[in-house]
């Protein structure tokens, strides 16, 4: 079966600094892979995915993404972050053979603090 | 621009009571879906539909049911709502091919 972590569940940054929020799934077959945010009270709204080609992926926001494929991560990165991205970013994959749903990791709280 | 719609934002119901929430998307999608959401546990499936009237258990589907008479009306229902069912409750839409979710906005719902 597969699965998602998010390993960390909070992540505090300071703005304009960089960030990373690591994602790790286990697939043994081909995925496609999603990430989304959720600002309060909201619902998720997608980010970026990846479902072939390049593995740099270009979101919204100024975010990206890095599939790889051999470590089975698919972590998402901003150069400066803003106070206004403090959310919570959740990973979720899709296996793309079949009808099977997403399954999300646990999500990491992004806290951008001036 | 397209659309999943929750009809409720905020919803407080006693212990006991029939609670319904209902969910429309106009986007044609034929797959519709229910989480809940609290904190540390992330989005748990509840139901899922992949058509008219045809629905599937999820993760967690004691507790609740659901309807789909129409193919953009996709509805939660707790017969009995208790306390332990407290919590944010997202629908979400989607197309088969590529698995990409559009979500509502949520509906948080307290049982007292």
């Known amino acids: 079966a597969q699965s998602v972590t998010q390993l960390d569940s909070q992540v505090p940054v300071f703005e304009e600094a960089p960030v990373e929020l690591r994602c790790n799934y286990s697939?043994?077959?081909?995925?496609?892979l999603f990430w989304y945010v959720q600002y309060p009270n909201q619902g998720l709204q997608l980010l970026l995915k990846?479902?072939?080609?390049?593995?740099l992926v270009k979101g919204i926001n100024g975010f990206e993404a890095e599939f790889n494929k051999s470590q089975t991560s698919f972590h998402l990165r901003k150069p400066s972050v803003h106070i206004s991205d403090t959310a919570e970013y959740f990973c979720a994959v899709f296996m793309n053979t079949g009808f099977q749903k997403l399954v999300f990791g646990t999500g990491t709280r992004l806290l951008v603090s001036p | 621009d397209v659309k999943v719609t929750q009809s409720s934002r905020y919803l407080v119901k006693r212990t006991g009571e029939k609670v319904f929430l209902e969910c429309v998307q106009d986007m044609d999608h034929e797959n519709m879906f229910w989480y809940r959401q609290d904190p540390g546990l992330g989005l748990r499936l509840i139901y899922f539909s992949y058509d008219v009237k045809m629905k599937e258990k999820g993760d967690i589907p004691e507790g609740y049911s659901v309807s789909r008479e129409k193919k953009e009306r996709f509805s939660l229902i707790l017969e009995s709502a208790s306390t332990n069912q407290t919590s944010m409750y997202l629908c979400?839409?989607?197309?088969?091919?590529?698995?990409?979710?559009?979500f509502g906005s949520g509906t948080r719902l307290t049982v007292v």
């Open positions: 979400a839409s989607s197309t088969s091919s590529t698995g990409g979710y559009t």
């Open positions: 697939s043994s077959v081909s995925v496609y």
């Open positions: 990846y479902l072939s080609g390049s593995t």
